[in-house]
C-alpha cells in the first residue's frame, strides 16, 4: 500500500524559498501517476498547488505559477515542491499526495508539513 | 475556474440524525466530484469518488449522488467519529478546485 511522508524545513524567511519533498514508499513509483501538492493555510480551506507526473511534465495552479517549481527523483522514490518569494500568506500545512487512477482525485494523502513564513 | 460552493458552511446535529451536504458547481463538471472528509491534525480522507462510489473502507452510512452541477453527500445517521469538515473537490476542469467546505458540529 503505498504511503506518502512529507518533509522540509518548517520556517521560511519572507522572500525566501520553501522546499518540500515527499517521499513515496510501499508501492511502484515510477508507473504512470500524477503526484501532487495541496496546501491548507491555518484554519482555512483546500487549495490545489500543481502536480506532476513521473514522465516530469507538470502543471501548476496559475495562481501559483509563476513561483512553483515541481521536480522528482525516481532514483529516491521522492519528488519535491519548491515556492520562491514566499510571504506570510504562504504560511500553511503542505499535503502531497497520488493522483488516483482515472486522474479524477488524490488519494492517498502525506500526513502533512506546517511552513511558517516568518523572520 | 470552477467554483465550488459549499453549504451550509456549518452544521449543529446530534449523533443519529441523518444531514445532506450540498457542493454547487459554477458550470458542469459532469460526474467528476470527489467527497473528503478532514479531522483535526489529519489530511483529507477520501470518503466518495465519481460522485457517488464509496472508496474503499468507507462505511455504508456515507452516499453521493449528483452530476452536472449539484452534487449531495449524505450520511443516513450520524456516529460521534463523524463530526469534521467536509470538502468537495472537482478535477474536470483545470484547475483543480475545491469548495471552501461544510463543517459538522455536535448539537
Known amino acids: 500500500q503505498v504511503q506518502l511522508q512529507g518533509s522540509g524545513p518548517g520556517l521560511v524567511k519572507p522572500s525566501g524559498t520553501l522546499s518540500l519533498t515527499c517521499d513515496v514508499s510501499g508501492g511502484s513509483f515510477s508507473t504512470s501517476n500524477w503526484w501532487t501538492w495541496v496546501r491548507q493555510p491555518p484554519g482555512e480551506g483546500l487549495e490545489w498547488i500543481g502536480e506532476?507526473?513521473?514522465?516530469?511534465?507538470?502543471n501548476y495552479n496559475p495562481s501559483l505559477k509563476s513561483r512553483v517549481t515541481m521536480s522528482l527523483d525516481k532514483s529516491k522514490n521522492q519528488f519535491s515542491l519548491k515556492l520562491n518569494s514566499v510571504t506570510a500568506a504562504d504560511t500553511a500545512v503542505y499535503y502531497c499526495a497520488r493522483v488516483g487512477e482515472t486522474g479524477y482525485w488524490f488519494d492517498p494523502w502525506g500526513r502533512g508539513t506546517l511552513v511558517t513564513v516568518s523572520s | 475556474e470552477i467554483v465550488l460552493t459549499q453549504s451550509p458552511a456549518t452544521l449543529s446535529l446530534s449523533p443519529g440524525e441523518r444531514v445532506t451536504l450540498s457542493c454547487r458547481a459554477s458550470q458542469s463538471v459532469y460526474s467528476h466530484v470527489v467527497w473528503y472528509q478532514q479531522k483535526p491534525g489529519q489530511a483529507p480522507r477520501l470518503l466518495i469518488y465519481d460522485a457517488s462510489n464509496r472508496a474503499t473502507g468507507i462505511p455504508a452510512r456515507f452516499s453521493g449522488s449528483g452530476s452536472g452541477t449539484d452534487f449531495t453527500l449524505t450520511i443516513s445517521s450520524l456516529e460521534p467519529e463523524d463530526f469534521a469538515v467536509y470538502y468537495c473537490?472537482?478535477?474536470?476542469?483545470?484547475?483543480?478546485?475545491f469548495g471552501q467546505g461544510t463543517r459538522l458540529e455536535i448539537k
Open positions: 473537490l472537482q478535477r474536470s476542469n483545470w484547475p483543480s478546485t
Open positions: 506532476i507526473h513521473h514522465s516530469g511534465s507538470t
